[in-house]
């Protein structure tokens, strides 16, 4: 199911978090650093919907990811419950590294998300992925 909580640390709020909860259901560790969730930072920070063409939606986002073009990865706003998508994640690890998560989430029931990509943020780039949490933030709070 898609969430609507777009940016916290798993562990400062009582409830598991709509977007650590999907990716603890996918891998029960950080893919990055393979520490439990706590203390992780997550947001949404994009999301592309795969229509009829999923094959060109899906190279669009993992060119974008694997590119580190982030501009072109926070235009991408599609949204919908009832389509299958591509969700695009800034994940802060405790130790201040900082990925990006590429899931594949269906619309399906019957279908679990998949976790497709995660590309390591350079130092250099730091700055644009903490503009997009914060466009993030701003967008969905």
């Known amino acids: 199911m898609k969430g609507t909580s777009h940016t916290h640390s798993v562990p400062a709020d009582p409830v598991l978090h709509t977007h650590a909860a999907k990716l603890n259901a996918i891998v029960q560790r950080c893919p990055a650093c393979h520490k439990p969730w706590g203390k992780h930072r997550v947001a949404l920070i994009a999301s592309k919907l795969l229509g009829v063409n999923q094959f060109k939606a ?9 590119g580190h073009h982030w501009e072109l990865l926070g235009e991408q706003h599609d949204r919908s419950d009832l389509l299958n998508s591509l969700e695009a994640y800034a994940l802060g690890c405790p130790d201040g590294a900082l990925h990006i998560l590429v899931v594949r989430s269906p619309f399906e029931l019957h279908v679990g998300n998949e976790l497709l990509i ?4 350079l130092e250099a780039e730091r700055s644009k992925i903490e503009a997009l949490i914060s466009k993030s933030t701003r967008t969905h709070s």
Do not use: D, L, S, Y
């Open 118 to 121: 995660c590309e390591p943020v």
């Open 58 to 66: 899906t190279e669009e986002v993992f060119r974008a990811v694997k």
